[in-house]
């Protein structure tokens, strides 16, 4: 199946577009406190920002049911956000705090939300990929009608472990979305130096795995191919492959200072297609909101990030003994310890 662009306008709502907005803009307003905190000595360890990815998770959890699952790698705060877990919860967890969602015992890599099916935030390059399958594989075993969206980077698509996931979902058709958040780098090597084909999601051709290529900077678009490769995975025809083209803004982590590009690459990819922008100027040019409404909007988001720091700020380091917590399972029955 080939990369699909519309030619029509889609078909969307005052309302919809307004939600996206808000929320690729908490995402955004989000990651740069989470920068600024970093900088502060705050967030220790290291601390990769989602700055100009947002459309992507926005517009995939808008094509998700209530019941999917979502794994992603440690470029992780925005697929939190957009999912609905609370933000003074993660940014609790960035500082290494009690309030956080792994106690403060996670920090920015390695975060989880069972009551929001977020499994993470995972530090190991393409690790997270066979979890997903596995994930979906449960699903499917139960019979429940859930997806999984595994998320990975252009980098960690030449792991190996990646394509032995492939075989096994093909295999087993198991309801997984492979999402490739293709921002073009890596750590910090473009893809043209280090992918010997130009579409990634064509690998999955070896698998008979459908897919296709995706403006990652339009959520519109996002949004629609999502609910092709949901609609699929439902149907019971498998694993569906989304390479979703995307640029991030910042460099790979808070420590690198991205020399691999130019400085008038990232500021035309910021004037010309940032995610945000092109849906406020729907907002605007339909006359769906004033310029009033939308700063208005951007209030109170700074509002809930501005609050965010402040919890964590206030809420106490974990206890000493909560190092030997959440380590073994407390409810084992007899039987099956014997």
Known sequence: MAARKSAKKPNVSAEELTKHYREMLLIRRFEEKSGQLYGMGLIGGFCHLYIGQEAVVVGLEAAAEEGDKRVTSYRDHGHMLACGMDPDGVMAELTGREGGYSKGKGGSMHMFSKEKHFYGGHGIVGAQVPLGAGLAFADKYKGNGRVTF?????????????????????????????????????????????????????????????????????????????????SHCRNGDGPYILEVKTYRYRGHSMSDPAKYRTREEVQKMREERDPIEQVREMLLTGKHATEDDLKAIDKEIKEIVSKSAEFAKESPEPALEELWTDIYADDVPQEASA
């Open 150 to 230: 595994t998320y990975f980077g252009d980098g960690a698509a030449n792991q190996g472990q990646v394509y032995e996931t492939f075989n096994m979902a093909a295999l087993w058709k198991l309801p997984v979305v492979f999402v490739i958040e293709n921002n073009q780098y890596a750590m910090g090597t473009s893809q043209q130096r280090s992918t010997s084909s130009a579409e990634i999601w064509e690998r999955g051709k070896a698998f008979g795995i459908p897919g296709e290529a995706v403006d990652g900077m339009n959520v519109l678009s996002v949004k629609e191919a999502g609910e092709r490769a949901v």
